[in-house]
Each structure stands twice: as C-alpha cells, then as structure tokens.
C-alpha cells in the first residue's frame, strides 16, 4: 500500500498541473517546479486549505492526511478571519532527496491589479500527518482573490542560499 500512496504522491504534482493547463476553471491553480542553483528543485503547489493538527494530535488515525504544524510562523487555520481559501506551499529536494528543515520565505504580489503591494506569507515547516517528515513542506493557508498572481520563494539551507519565482493564476 506504501508504494501506491508512494506513486500518487509523486503524480499529484503532474495531474494538478495537466489541470490547470486543461483551463478546467478549478479555483487551485495546481503545482509548479523549477531546479535552482546548488541541485535544488522546488515545487510550488497551490491546493485548498487545509486543516493543522499538532505534533502530539498527529498519530491518531483519524487525523491522517491533515497538516502537522512544525516550526515557524503559526499556522492559518481554515476558519480564522482571514478567510483562507488557498494552501501556498513549496516542496524542497536537493540531489533528489526531500529536504526536511529549512529557512522559507514565500512572498506574492497579484499581477493584473496596477500598484499591487506584495505580501509576506507566514510560512510554517509542516508534513502530512501519516506521512512523516519525507512530505515536510513550508508555506501556510492563505485567502487568493481570482487573478495572476507571482510567488517568490527564498530558501537558505545548510549556508546555501535559492531563488525561484513562478506565476500562477487563480481562478473563479
């Protein structure tokens, strides 16, 4: 069963993008990936919010699935005030192998509105309960208007430092 979970896993980047590129109006815009400097590659995904559970709460099977809050910012639960309808996140490898710890920080400016400030999101360190730490990512839930959207993420890991930028359009 680990292998079949093990496959989707790595395919749920590859379908959500064949989505957005299907224009299927979905209101994620799915996953994006880059290589950078020093053998990194980074995956930049875009799913509905998601649920937080913490460290202690995360073995109980009936939290399977959900986010395991690690370090960092504090994470956006899905009914705070700010409304999070969105799950900005990046997923890290060096040489291949996912990287576990990290300094992160993802900014956004929307696009096609004229003067837009850009905004820090509060990343936090988190990995899919079940799952442990070999699915550790880093963002938060955070609330996207429809529209185009640029993420800059920054990562400093073991005194190496890696930059990408990607687009992504929301939609309805």
Known sequence: MFHKNRYFLLLLPALAFALLLAG???ATAGSKHTKTDHGYTMTLALLPAEQFVSKADAH?????????NGPGAAPVRPNASAQPNHHLVVFLKKNGKPIEHANVSITYTRMDIKNAKTKALPVTQMWVAGKGMKSAHFGNNVHLAPGRYRVHVTV????????A???IKVAQ
């Open 24 to 26: 299927t109006g979905a």
């Open 60 to 68: 109980n099977k009936q939290n399977a699935g959900k986010m395991v």
């Open 156 to 163: 400093n890991h073991m005194n190496q430092s890696a930059k």
């Open 165 to 167: 930028t990607f687009r």
